[in-house]
């Protein structure tokens, strides 16, 4: 539901600026519903006036649906206005404020309607260069999103939520082809942003809860080739096969979020509250090519308080930074391809009010927490991950339902239907969906029909179907570049590598792994003290510990592990086998 409307929002962002302009203003308005239409848009003019250079078009509406008529998105303009500057370019000014409709399910498969409107004050476009090589600057002194009413089955109610950009900014190169290629760059001093969202909750009708913050130094940039002929809404993988290859960075500088809430906690009693967050700057680059997924990240210094009458104290904690980096390939691949997972926390602090609970006398060091988390590896990839089959049977598989299979019909059912675009070595594999039919019944003493019969007595097997759907990820190697965490006086430091021997599982891996250990034994005494650990539980622990590590060479609280994983799953700790 989130990626539904999230989609929904970033096309209405999208008509701030049209991928298409030409040397006449007639020209840069049927570009730009070429556009829009090729991409899964309806656009409807509500009247068009010509008069010399400009062109006039008054309630046009853009509308977009969500797949399977889970939603869509409809945006409004009461009047766009294109006029030739007399040197080649266009420029395009679009009414002030502009309604907009999100409609979407909720949870419980019921619609809801959001209505807003876009709001852009002092802003234009103009456009320049040829047809087929098109540059299109944008600005807008302030661009306001704000959405005004909730509709739900229980009636509609006031949801005022807005996002302001002031002085944004951006910048578009459209190279026309079979795979059109768009540049784009944008910027904005600062966003701010403020809601308030009550009535809500069908448990406690007096839930309310209102924020308001701001971010500085906006920016963003990417490179978009997205190919003709294909609807990226409806089949994201014949996209990715057709070309389409994506890339952007954002930034954000400092921000932060004040917020209060209240309602009724347990027992019926008033609860009210307050939190604020704030953070010095974020980073993210985000990437999607047939060569996979890419996601990274990394913020800078924040904080966060929370305060609530159904707490005693308040809680509060600091982060001096995290990164995160996760690439994974997403299309069919016999031959093991690389992933990566890896995240780090820096400078975890909580405040005191939180160790006091536990640890009044401060016997636990409470130095900042870190965690480093760098892993590697190679996978088979068992099918197109973006094919809408595929995610269709993941998912009724994860359900345990027979549409694993896309096609139950017989035993030469497939999991997908080549597109045009598909390749033969990444078609998706074939679902093994047998019919199932059930012995025939006495028709004197039983109504039910044969085919009946079939069907019932077929669900389990189905359902065993969609317990064979295969797993889209297959394990062939796994390195564990970094595995640290300090924290509370203890290290703890992994490293190492394992394979899956040829037609074996990740269960009876091949490999070395190494550990080392810092600070394990004085952690053991400190729990002693706090009353966590009792005397007789100590010497088990210790034992337990003497069977996976050895002191490390240096002597000292340190301890150190190297394990061994040989085939037919045995284990050796430190030459000793353990399993």
Same mark, same amino acid.
Do not use: C
């Given at each position: 539901?989130?990626?539904? $409307?999230?989609?929904?929002?970033?096309?209405?962002?999208?008509?701030?600026?049209?991928?298409?302009?030409?040397?006449?203003?007639?020209?840069?308005?049927?570009?730009?519903?070429?556009?829009?239409?090729?991409?899964?848009? $309806?656009?409807?003019?509500?009247?068009?006036?010509?008069?010399?250079?400009? @062109?006039?078009?008054?309630?046009?509406?853009?509308?977009?649906?969500?797949?399977?008529?889970?939603?869509?998105? !409809?945006?409004?303009?009461?009047?766009?206005?294109?006029?030739?500057? #007399?040197?080649?370019?266009?420029?395009?000014?679009?009414?002030?404020?502009?309604?907009?409709?999100?409609?979407?399910?909720?949870?419980?498969?019921?619609?809801?309607?959001?209505?807003?409107?876009?709001?852009?004050?002092?802003?234009?476009?103009?456009?320049?260069?040829?047809?087929?090589?098109?540059?299109?600057?944008?600005?807008?002194?302030? @661009?306001?999103?704000?959405?005004?009413?909730?509709? $739900?089955?229980?009636?509609?109610?006031?949801?005022?939520?807005?996002?302001?950009?002031?002085?944004?900014?951006?910048?578009?190169?459209?190279?026309?082809?079979?795979?059109?290629?768009?540049?784009?760059?944008?910027?904005?001093?600062?966003?701010?942003?403020?809601?308030?969202?009550?009535?809500?909750?069908?448990?406690?009708?007096?839930?309310?809860?209102?924020?308001?913050?701001?971010?500085?130094?906006?920016?963003?940039?990417?490179?978009?080739?997205?190919?003709?002929?294909?609807?990226?809404?409806?089949?994201?993988?014949?996209?990715?096969?057709?070309?389409?290859?994506?890339?952007?960075?954002?930034?954000?500088?400092?921000?932060?979020?004040? #917020?209060?809430?209240?309602?009724?906690?347990?027992?019926?009693?008033?609860?009210?509250?307050?939190?604020?967050?704030?953070?010095?700057?974020?980073?993210?680059?985000?990437?999607?090519?047939?060569?996979?997924?890419?996601?990274?990240?990394?913020?800078?210094?924040?904080?966060?308080?929370?305060?609530?009458?159904?707490?005693?104290?308040?809680?509060?904690?600091?982060?001096?930074?995290?990164?995160?980096?996760?690439?994974?390939?997403?299309?069919?691949?016999?031959?093991?391809?690389?992933?990566?997972?890896?995240?780090?926390?820096?400078?975890?602090?909580?405040?005191?009010?939180?160790?006091?609970?536990?640890?009044?006398?401060?016997?636990?060091?409470?130095?900042?927490?870190?965690?480093?988390?760098?892993? $590697?590896?190679?996978?088979?990839?068992?099918?197109?991950?973006?094919?809408?089959?595929?995610?269709?049977?993941? %998912?009724?598989?994860? !359900?345990?339902?027979?549409?694993?299979?896309?096609?139950?019909?017989?035993?030469?059912?497939?999991?997908? %239907?080549?597109?045009?675009?598909?390749?033969?070595?990444?078609?998706?594999?074939?679902?093994?969906?047998?019919?199932?039919?059930?012995?025939?019944?006495?028709?004197?003493?039983?109504?039910?029909?044969?085919?009946?019969?079939?069907?019932?007595?077929?669900?389990?097997?189905?359902?065993?179907?969609?317990?064979?759907?295969?797993?889209?990820?297959?394990?062939?190697?796994?390195?564990?570049?970094?595995?640290?965490?300090?924290?509370?006086?203890?290290?703890?430091?992994?490293?190492?590598?394992?394979?899956?021997?040829?037609?074996?599982?990740?269960?009876?891996?091949?490999?070395?792994?190494?550990?080392?250990?810092?600070?394990?034994?004085?952690?053991?005494?400190?729990?002693?003290?706090?009353?966590?650990?009792?005397?007789?539980?100590?010497? #088990?622990?210790?034992?337990?510990?003497?069977?996976?590590?050895?002191?490390?060479?240096? #002597?000292?609280?340190?301890?150190?592990?190297?394990?061994?994983?040989?085939?037919?799953?045995?284990?050796?700790?430190?030459?000793?086998?353990?399993?």
């Amino acid at each position: 539901m989130f990626l539904r $409307t999230t989609s929904s929002a970033l096309a209405v962002i999208a008509l701030t600026a049209p991928a298409f302009a030409e040397v006449t203003p007639a020209q840069v308005w049927q570009n730009w519903v070429d556009y829009y239409k090729a991409n899964g848009y $309806t656009v409807t003019e509500g009247s068009r006036e010509e008069a010399g250079e400009t @062109l006039t078009l008054k309630n046009v509406v853009m509308a977009a649906s969500a797949p399977d008529n889970e939603g869509g998105v !409809e945006f409004t303009m009461p009047e766009v206005t294109l006029t030739g500057t #007399g040197d080649g370019k266009v420029r395009t000014v679009v009414a002030e404020t502009s309604p907009l409709k999100l409609t979407f399910k909720n949870e419980e498969d019921e619609p809801v309607t959001l209505d807003g409107n876009v709001t852009l004050k002092d802003a234009e476009i103009v456009s320049s260069g040829a047809p087929e090589d098109m540059t299109h600057e944008s600005r807008a002194a302030q @661009l306001v999103f704000a959405l005004n009413t909730i509709t $739900t089955p229980d009636g509609q109610k006031p949801m005022p939520i807005s996002v302001t950009m002031v002085n944004a900014t951006s910048s578009q190169r459209v190279v026309d082809g079979p795979v059109q290629t768009v540049d784009a760059r944008m910027g904005a001093d600062r966003a701010d942003f403020t809601g308030t969202v009550e009535g809500m909750d069908k448990e406690d009708p007096t839930a309310k809860a209102s924020f308001t913050g701001s971010i500085d130094a906006l920016a963003g940039e990417g490179r978009f080739l997205m190919p003709k002929g294909v609807d990226v809404t409806k089949d994201l993988n014949a996209a990715l096969k057709a070309g389409m290859d994506m890339s952007a960075s954002f930034s954000i500088g400092a921000g932060k979020v004040e #917020g209060q809430f209240s309602g009724k906690g347990e027992e019926d009693k008033d609860v009210s509250g307050q939190m604020a967050t704030d953070v010095k700057g974020v980073e993210l680059t985000v990437g999607m090519s047939t060569a996979g997924l890419k996601y990274q990240g990394s913020a800078d210094a924040s904080n966060v308080s929370l305060t609530s009458s159904d707490l005693p104290f308040p809680i509060n904690y600091a982060v001096g930074g995290s990164t995160v980096d996760v690439q994974i390939p997403v299309m069919k691949s016999d031959a093991p391809v690389p992933f990566k997972v890896a995240y780090s926390l820096t400078g975890l602090t909580v405040g005191d009010e939180l160790w006091n609970l536990f640890d009044q006398g401060k016997v636990l060091p409470r130095e900042p927490a870190s965690l480093d988390v760098d892993v $590697t590896g190679l996978a088979k990839i068992a099918m197109d991950l973006f094919d809408p089959a595929n995610v269709k049977a993941m %998912e009724d598989a994860a !359900e345990g339902t027979d549409a694993a299979a896309p096609d139950a019909a017989g035993p030469d059912a497939t999991a997908t %239907e080549p597109s045009a675009t598909d390749a033969p070595a990444t078609d998706a594999p074939a679902a093994d969906a047998p019919a199932t039919d059930a012995p025939a019944t006495d028709a004197a003493t039983d109504t039910t029909t044969s085919a009946d019969a079939g069907a019932a007595d077929g669900a389990p097997e189905a359902a065993d179907d969609a317990a064979d759907t295969p797993e889209p990820f297959v394990l062939t190697e796994l390195n564990v570049n970094k595995l640290a965490l300090d924290a509370i006086g203890t290290k703890v430091d992994v490293t190492g590598a394992l394979t899956v021997p040829e037609g074996g599982s990740i269960d009876s891996p091949v490999g070395t792994m190494h550990a080392r250990l810092e600070g394990v034994n004085a952690l053991i005494d400190n729990l002693v003290k706090l009353g966590i650990l009792s005397q007789d539980e100590v010497s #088990g622990y210790r034992m337990m510990l003497a069977m996976f590590a050895k002191p490390a060479p240096e #002597g000292g609280d340190a301890l150190v592990g190297e394990y061994e994983f040989k085939e037919g799953g045995q284990v050796f700790a430190n030459g000793q086998q353990v399993k």
